[in-house]
């Protein structure tokens, strides 16, 4: 009778105990104090409220339920800040406390395990990188002695351009061509992917730009997939969309591009010996790797964790954002007219526009910043994830919450901006904002310390390129196509290209001769 009555015992005991435990979680539930949002359905959270561009539809939640709401993506708690005030909060006031990444199979998969700096939780790696990126790579003294290679690019790219004059044009095709051409010979020393006169790949390059293409891309698409293993762990292993086998034979690519890189680098090193002098940055990285007084050692997963980041950061960003520019300025041809002829009085029509003239270029600026404010490049910002419990805005966040910092809604708060749907570049005339991280209504290049650090060569590039096409060429659109018509619907992704590339028709408007290289 004895070993019955203790079991019964010991069943009650636990029920109870089960009981005030209950009790005690819905007390302290009530008393925490979330924002506001949707409630979520089982397993699946808020996944159900997502469309195919999650920054429109998380949009649309905000305008019901605030510029800070709370939901559910399968098994975590996300917070979306929809309002400068709001994004100022997690990238200023409590930047360090969500200065992490969350872990994602991306992460794990094609970017080395984290060991980059984009996607690199916070910490001595992290650091170091960044460290690197400021003070060696992207530092006003080193952009400066790459200035050359920027100058001959645009030139080629003008003259490329100039030989489709009268001919469809898709440019954003031309433009990514552009970007790698540059980041490539300032990241790595060569194109690594220059075609030669009859069609064959020349003996310096290991791919083909199609093929280096297909690989960002790829990159490009599966950084932004929202893979249902990232929000519901348990079902990880059964890879149900396919991302991660893509993910893993993307990386066997990555891996054979890069290695080939280093090894020709490290060559060449070796064959000069004392004479070798650092000429780009995949140099400057493979010597850094070899400090023995590096507070993380750089393995070589970090090299090219590194070296990726270098790549995609500066191909594609510009390139969407040159296309959304010149797109909105064809559509309102006044505008047009308007910065043209800032640079024919500022630069005239005998020379080319170079990076030292954009500072007296003000209208060109404002366009800049209309277009990041209406087209931002990365529309939900790299997520950003809670180190420990906090409080922000009067609201209980708890440790892992993840963050996402919408820009596309920020651009469209109608209490920052009169008529926000409308390309208006006179908006920041007289404005002192900034798109470097100091002013929140724009943020192209994020804020705090998961900046992008590569900020320096994008605003060096963008208004460079917008300044040069304008410049060079009077734009048109193809025949049979009118202005009303032109779609300015987006693509989803990590970034936000145009849904139809635009396709336009160039002429010449400077003298011939400066087409010439």
């Known amino acids: 009778m ?26 302290r539930c009530k008393q925490l104090k979330f924002p506001p949002g949707p409630k979520p359905w089982p397993i699946i959270g808020n996944f159900n409220l997502i469309g195919s561009l999650p920054h429109q539809s998380l949009h649309k939640l905000s305008r019901r339920y605030g510029p800070l709401m709370q939901l559910n993506f399968g098994s975590y708690p996300v917070l979306i800040a929809s309002s400068a005030e709001m994004a100022k909060e997690f990238l200023k006031t409590h930047d360090q406390i969500f200065a992490s990444r969350p872990p994602t199979a991306s992460g794990k998969y094609i970017n080395y395990n984290r060991s ?9 790696h992290w650091r170091q ?28 790219f003008v003259s490329r351009l100039y030989g489709l004059s009268g001919q469809p044009v898709v440019l954003v095709e031309q433009l990514t061509r552009l970007n790698l051409s540059n980041i490539s010979r300032m990241v790595l020393g060569n194109k690594y992917f220059e075609m030669s006169s009859d069609n064959q790949i020349e003996s310096n390059s290991m791919l083909s730009l199609e093929e280096l293409l297909e690989i960002l891309n790829e990159w490009f698409f599966l950084t932004g997939v929202f893979n249902i293993g990232d929000w519901i762990p348990w079902l990880d292993f059964l890879d149900l969309q396919g991302y991660v086998k893509r993910m893993k034979a993307l990386r066997k690519k990555l891996d054979r ?46 090299l090219r964790g590194l070296t990726l980041d270098l790549i995609v950061g500066g191909t594609d960003s510009t390139a969407v954002t040159v296309e959304w520019a010149i797109s909105e300025l064809i559509k309102q041809p006044q505008l047009l007219t308007k910065a043209t002829e800032e640079l024919d009085r500022v630069v005239g029509r005998e020379r080319w526009v170079e990076e030292k003239d954009i500072p007296q270029l003000p209208y060109l600026d404002t366009i800049m910043k209309e277009t990041m404010r209406k087209h931002p490049v990365a529309p939900l910002l790299v997520p950003h994830m809670a180190m420990k419990d906090c409080n922000v805005a009067g609201y209980d966040i708890g440790k892992g919450t993840r963050v996402f910092i919408n820009t596309w809604s ?3 708060d109608p209490f920052l901006w009169e008529q926000p749907e409308e390309f208006r570049p006179e908006r920041f005339s007289g404005r002192n904002i900034d798109v470097k991280g100091r002013s929140f209504e724009v943020l192209p290049f994020g804020a705090g310390r998961r ?22 060429f009077n734009w048109k659109l193809p025949e049979n196509t009118k202005v009303e018509d032109l779609s300015m619907e987006e693509a989803p992704g990590i970034t936000t290209p145009r849904k139809f590339p635009l396709v336009a028709v160039l002429e010449p408007r400077l003298p011939l001769h400066l087409y010439e290289i």
Not at 116 to 124: I, R, T, Y
Not at 451 to 472: D, E, F, H, R, W
């Open 2 to 27: 004895e070993a019955p009555s203790y079991l019964l015992l010991s069943i009650t005991l636990l029920a109870s105990l089960a009981f005030l435990s209950g009790v005690f979680i819905r007390r």
């Open 116 to 124: 980059d700096v984009l996607w690199a939780p916070f910490g001595p």
């Open 129 to 156: 990188g960044r460290k690197i990126y400021l003070n060696e790579l992207f530092s006003s003294k080193r952009l400066e002695s790459l200035e050359y290679i920027r100058v001959e690019e645009m030139r080629a």
């Open 257 to 302: 591009f890069h290695d080939q890189v280093f090894d020709q680098h490290e060559r060449r090193k070796k064959e000069l010996s004392k004479d070798f002098v650092p000429q780009d940055m995949v140099d400057i990285l493979l010597q850094l790797a070899d400090d023995p007084d590096l507070d993380v050692k750089l393995t070589r997963d970090a």
């Open 410 to 412: 920020i651009g469209r």
């Open 451 to 472: 900046m992008c650090p590569g900020y320096n060569l994008g605003v060096k590039m963008i208004p460079l390129s917008i300044a040069n096409l304008l410049q060079a």
